[in-house]
């Protein structure tokens, strides 16, 4: 199976990891929340690799920084629900704890990454200037 560079990144492992937890904390919510609040979270915790993924696709650094914006948006959406997931009493205050910690970690290695990023398209625009 071929690899894309991406793959190797430590936030698109963790953010992976954060999805099958989300798939497994979301499994025994009520039936009646499968279009609510279950949908969302899973939703939310599948775009951060998702997008994670294409802003490394991306031909330029503002474009991929655009999309690691959004998986940061995500990760900041998912941190909500999983408090409305345990104001609801779908998740226990151990579980709770747990995917904070989850999404604490995500967020941290993303915002690490944005960060890069973004010192990398500064250096390429100096670069360009200093090139004309």
């Known amino acids: 199976m071929e690899k894309s560079a991406y793959t190797d990144l430590e936030v698109w492992k963790t953010?992976?990891?954060?999805?099958n937890w989300v798939y497994s904390a979301t499994k025994f919510f009520p039936k009646e929340e499968m279009y609510g609040l279950t949908q969302q979270m899973?939703?939310?915790a599948v775009s951060i690799p998702s997008n994670t993924a294409e802003g490394c696709g991306r031909n330029h650094p503002k474009d991929s920084i655009q999309f690691f914006h959004i998986?940061?948006?995500?990760?900041?959406e998912l941190e909500t629900q999983l408090y409305l997931g345990f104001d609801q009493s779908y998740i226990d205050e151990n579980a709770l704890q747990s995917g904070l910690e989850r999404v604490i970690h995500?967020?941290?290695?993303?915002n690490g990454f944005i960060n890069y990023y973004q010192k990398l398209?500064?250096?390429?625009?100096?670069r360009a200037t200093t090139n004309q």
Do not use: Q
């Open 42 to 44: 899973r939703r939310c």
């Open 71 to 76: 998986a940061r948006g995500s990760i900041y």
């Open 121 to 126: 398209s500064a250096n390429n625009e100096k």
């Open 106 to 110: 995500c967020k941290k290695l993303l």
């Open 15 to 19: 953010s992976r990891e954060l999805v």
